[in-house]
């Protein structure tokens, strides 16, 4: 009997992966810590000390700004920066926990605004790795060959789910959306050089919304949880991100074979300030390689690296022939980074 034959790796198109095009919107409201002081028992100082935030924004309903309008918006200016008109998107992803609606997704409500004809779209719920993950997955595709041009959304408005007497969840976020536009190139030199997708859903409970009353835990204060907004084990989240944040980066760098200092610029989930400061030390990364905005725009949970994208490239900070890290971990619980040659 013949010996069975080695099954082989498959073998995918030879098709270089680059970002095309890149842009956000921001709410034009703005929430200083202020005006959160006089909502709950805190002051400027004892916000900024903690979370490195000054200010917010926010979605103004009166104004028509919603999830959907930022998606929208950022996804539609970063189609002119790609020079790519919107029906020959091939696919919308979506990453947001926020919907305005539960169906049909916001990716299908984008499609219809922008003009993407019959693109397919989807919603990835990943909270504050939605972005990552979206173009982790959208990377892969267009190397699989059947997908040339994918438009990746990163988009929360957490103010329409936070509770704004807790202190401890109404200072940090804040509402925002980025999106990017990737497409197969010939230049195959240009993609993702590494990835981590993980998750540990036995953590769950450090930070979720229940919609309804049964979905709260017995073991629960029901007395401090409202149906209808986040709540956070905060202590826990933030003991998980600084040691989970430091773990991924080594992770990724280890799978693609380069030490920290080969990466030009680090594009990382703006959570807290104390934890982005502490991978920045871990790997003696300079300031000017990990840029900071959440003094300005809170934690936007998914469009918060794509955020952080934008400011970038329109700085010119983040150009063509970098190495690039993107980098979040958020409810779920989830982390995710991507390494990338642009």
């Known amino acids: 009997m013949a010996s069975p034959q080695p099954i082989l790796p498959y073998a995918a198109p030879r098709v270089g992966v680059r970002f095309a095009g890149v842009a956000s919107q921001l709410p034009s409201r703005v929430l200083s810590n202020a005006d959160i002081a006089t909502i709950v028992d805190t ?35 970063a189609l002119i920066n790609a020079n790519l008109p919107a029906a020959e998107l091939d696919l919308i992803i979506c990453g947001t926990i926020s919907q305005d609606l539960r169906c049909p997704s916001t990716a299908c409500l984008v499609a219809s605004d922008i003009g993407a004809g019959t693109a397919a779209a989807w919603d990835l719920g990943a909270a504050c790795c939605g972005f990552v993950y979206g173009i982790n997955i959208a990377h892969d595709l267009i190397r699989m060959g059947n997908y040339r041009n994918i438009g990746v959304i990163g988009c929360d408005t957490i ?22 536009v990737l497409r197969a190139t010939d230049d195959t030199t240009k993609g993702c ?45 933030f003991k998980f991100a ?39 030390e871990r790997f003696g990364i300079p ?49 995710t980074a991507s390494l990338w040659q642009m």
């Open 43 to 77: 002051n400027d100082e004892w916000i900024f000390q903690r979370t490195g935030i000054r200010e917010r924004r926010v979605c103004d309903r009166a104004k028509g700004e919603s999830n959907r309008w930022l998606c929208s918006e950022s996804l539609r200016k």
């Open 159 to 180: 103010s329409a789910i936070v509770d704004y007497t807790n202190r401890g969840v109404c200072i940090l976020f804040g509402d925002g959306a980025g999106a990017a």
């Open 193 to 237: 050089l590494a990835q981590v997708n993980k998750a540990d859903g036995t953590g769950w409970l450090d930070l979720y919304m229940p919609a309804e009353q049964w979905q709260i835990p017995d073991n629960a204060d029901r007395t401090q949880q409202r149906v209808g907004c986040l709540h956070m084990n905060g202590k826990a989240v």
């Open 242 to 280: 600084v040691s989970t944040f430091q773990e991924l980066i080594a992770e990724t760098l280890a799978k693609a074979s380069i030490s920290a200092d080969e990466v030009d610029v680090f594009v990382c989930h703006q959570s807290n300030m104390r934890i982005l400061e502490a991978a920045r």
């Open 287 to 335: 300031a000017e390689k990990l840029h900071t905005n959440i003094d300005r725009v809170g934690n936007t949970s998914a469009g918060s690296v794509p955020l952080v994208l934008d400011e970038l490239v329109r700085e010119g900070k983040v150009r063509e022939g970098q190495k690039v890290m993107f980098v979040a971990f958020g409810a779920g619980l989830t982390w």
